[in-house]
T-cell receptor, first 113, second 116 residues
Framework: GDSVTQMEGPVTLSEEAFLTINCTYT??????LFWYVQYPGEGLQLLLKATKADDKGSNKGFEATYRKETTSFHLEKGSVQVSDSAVYFCALRGGQGAQKLVFGQGTRLTINP | GAVVSQHPSWVICKSGTSVKIECRSLDFQATTMFWYRQFPKQSLMLMATSNEGSKATYEQGVEKDKFLINHASLTLSTLTVTSAHPEDSSFYIC????????????FGAGTRLSVL
């Protein structure tokens, strides 16, 4: 079945550092790919998405490119802030109208000032 | 943006009791809602798909008699953990897409269940 593998955390960086959180997936067909973020005490929020190969999702300075050849959707940000501290989830939704999301295990990110 | 409200956010109960968790879509109608379970430091695992006006669809390995789901209106789905035991302690999260087939789901803040 479909699956998502995420970089294990926790990840601790200093403010203004470069961030990469790796995500690879296994899926049949052509899934849509997502990054969700969960801030302390809040529900998951969609951060960005990509629906087809070579699409780049971007939001709040974060970017991820849908790489079909490497089955990856790595999350990057050039300069992180303390407010980016949260848990990040990579997820996929299968093709053909599927609604179910399959999540990676989540990566806890802590940014120190 | 769309909001999904989940209640309660935290519940502690005695072993053998039942606990009901509510999931509401506040500014949109949701014919479908999803219930997830999250263990510490692990991923969200889909438990079931809640369908308004019909029976829920459970994922393999999820006991439907243990986790009762009711989706009686277009804005409310409930998950009842029946005869809870300590191994049911977990973080339960609901979500809903704003329109049938929409590619974005909105999540509740989750409910932490602790069974003593």
């Amino acid at each position: 079945g479909d699956s998502v593998t995420q970089m294990e955390g926790p990840v601790t960086l200093s403010e203004e550092a470069f961030l990469t959180i790796n995500c690879t997936y296994t899926a049949t067909g052509y899934p849509s790919l997502f990054w969700y973020v969960q801030y302390p005490g809040e529900g998951l929020q969609l951060l960005l998405k990509a629906t087809k190969a070579d699409d780049k999702g971007s939001n709040k300075g974060f970017e991820a490119t849908y790489r079909k050849e490497t089955t990856s959707f790595h999350l990057e940000k050039g300069s992180v802030q303390v407010s980016d501290s949260a848990v990040y989830f990579c997820a996929l939704r299968g093709g053909q109208g599927a609604q179910k999301l399959v999540f990676g295990q989540g990566t806890r990110l802590t940014i120190n000032p | 943006g769309a909001v999904v409200s989940q209640h309660p956010s935290w519940v502690i109960c005695k072993s053998g009791t039942s606990v009901k968790i509510e999931c509401r879509s506040l500014d949109f109608q949701a014919t479908t809602m999803f219930w997830y379970r999250q263990f510490p430091k692990q991923s969200l695992m889909l438990m079931a798909t809640s369908n308004e006006g019909s029976k829920a669809t459970y994922e393999q390995g999820v006991e439907k008699d243990k986790f009762l789901i009711n989706h009686a209106s277009l804005t409310l789905s409930t998950l009842t953990v029946t005869s809870a035991h300590p191994e049911d302690s977990s973080f339960y999260i609901c979500s809903a897409p704003t329109r049938q087939g929409e590619n974005i789901q909105y999540f509740g803040a989750g409910t932490r269940l602790s069974v003593l």
